[in-house]
């Protein structure tokens, strides 16, 4: 059997530089994406990441973003596509998030990041609704807290989370890994730091068949 083949763009991105060893040891064969030449020496991501101006933001994490969901999609030898989104991007509260929390989601939707929400929001309902359409398809959307720069420590909280709270770009990464590892994982993840090891936490999501997708409209994703 050949080893899977990923191609991750954003290759040089914090959390992309991550997981290629990580995808690497598993045997999976990786072709890393970059803008330019001068990023193969610099630790740059392809996503803009709410930086550079709203058109940047747009062209970027919501235009080039889904032309590859599409694309994906439509291809009959690519089975899975992970997105790395964000805890916060979603229309509708969960039933499972407090006031406080949901609160602290509008302010960052609306207030703080409001192009960046309309980018993601956009990439999460195209990836959401074209998986879906696809009987078999691994659409999968990790959507992590407020990432920061810490070491690994090999446990999160995954699937229906609290909304306050931060987690390690190498979690982020660890979790992508092993989401990609298993045929059946499909939907919308949410991730912080936890207590539950990265391991056993994928696996009681994918057993459990939690998506943090619940409350959100799928049939106004549709129409968008």
């Known amino acids: 059997m050949s080893s899977p083949r990923i191609l991750l763009l ?9 997981l290629t060893p990580k995808l690497i040891s598993r045997s999976w064969h990786v072709i890393s994406v970059i803008r330019c030449v001068e990023q193969i020496d610099d630790v ?15 062209a970027i ?19 899975k596509f992970l ?7 979603r229309r509708s509260r969960a039933p499972w ?21 309309q980018a993601k929001l956009a990439a999460d309902e195209v990836l959401t609704v074209l998986g879906k359409e696809r009987s078999g398809f691994g659409y ?10 810490e070491p690994e420590t090999g446990k999160v909280s995954l699937g229906k989370t609290k909304v306050k709270g931060g987690v390690s770009r190498a979690d982020v990464a660890e979790v992508a890994a092993n989401l990609l590892d298993h045929d059946n994982a499909r939907g919308w993840f949410d991730v912080i730091d936890g207590d539950v090891d990265i391991k056993s936490a994928v696996e009681n999501v994918i057993r459990e068949g939690i998506d943090c997708i619940d409350g959100e409209d799928f049939n106004l994703m549709k129409k968008n």
């Not at 740059?44 to 747009?58: D, I, M, N, V």
């Open 44 to 58: 740059l991501a392809t996503g803009a990441g709410g930086k550079g101006g709203p058109e940047r933001t747009l």
């Open 83 to 89: 997105l790395v989104s964000a805890l916060s991007s």
């Open 61 to 79: 994490d919501r235009d080039a973003c889904i032309h590859f969901i599409r694309r994906s999609i439509a291809t009959p030898t690519i089975k």
């Open 140 to 149: 999968i959307s990790l959507r992590p807290g407020r990432l920061i720069d």
């Open 97 to 117: 998030i407090e006031d406080d929390c949901y609160a602290l989601i509008q302010k960052i939707n609306h207030e703080v990041m409001p192009t960046y929400y």
């Open 10 to 18: 954003g290759g040089h991105g914090k959390v992309s530089l991550i």
